[in-house]
């Protein structure tokens, strides 16, 4: 997983752009070959379940739920996501 995320405070809120990549690898998979050229070969893969960039604005005291469902990959997994925004305060 990567995500890399730029904030910025804006008042009581928080301007946050993400780009978020979801990936995992996918091994043991036979590759198809031609008839006659030898064995069959296990490739190493990666698949991305998620890309993702955003700008989200989120209000003080919030955060923010992303859910993929799967469905577009075909690979059946439910990604979920929570960002939860927090804006210290400076120390006196």
């Given at each position: ?52 960039a ?7 005291g919030?955060?923010?739920?992303m ?13 979920g ?10 120390k006196?």
């Amino acid at each position: 997983m990567i995500m890399d995320f730029s904030p910025r405070v804006r008042g009581d809120s928080i301007n946050l752009t993400t780009i978020t990549i979801v990936s995992e690898v996918a091994t043991n998979e036979v590759a198809a070959i031609p008839e006659g050229s030898g064995p069959p070969t296990n490739l190493v893969s990666i698949r991305t379940n998620l890309a993702l960039a955003a700008k989200f604005h989120i209000p003080k005291g919030s955060g923010l739920f992303m859910l993929n469902n799967g469905r577009q990959a075909n690979t059946g997994k439910t990604i979920g996501i929570l960002i939860s925004a927090t804006q210290l305060q400076p120390k006196k």
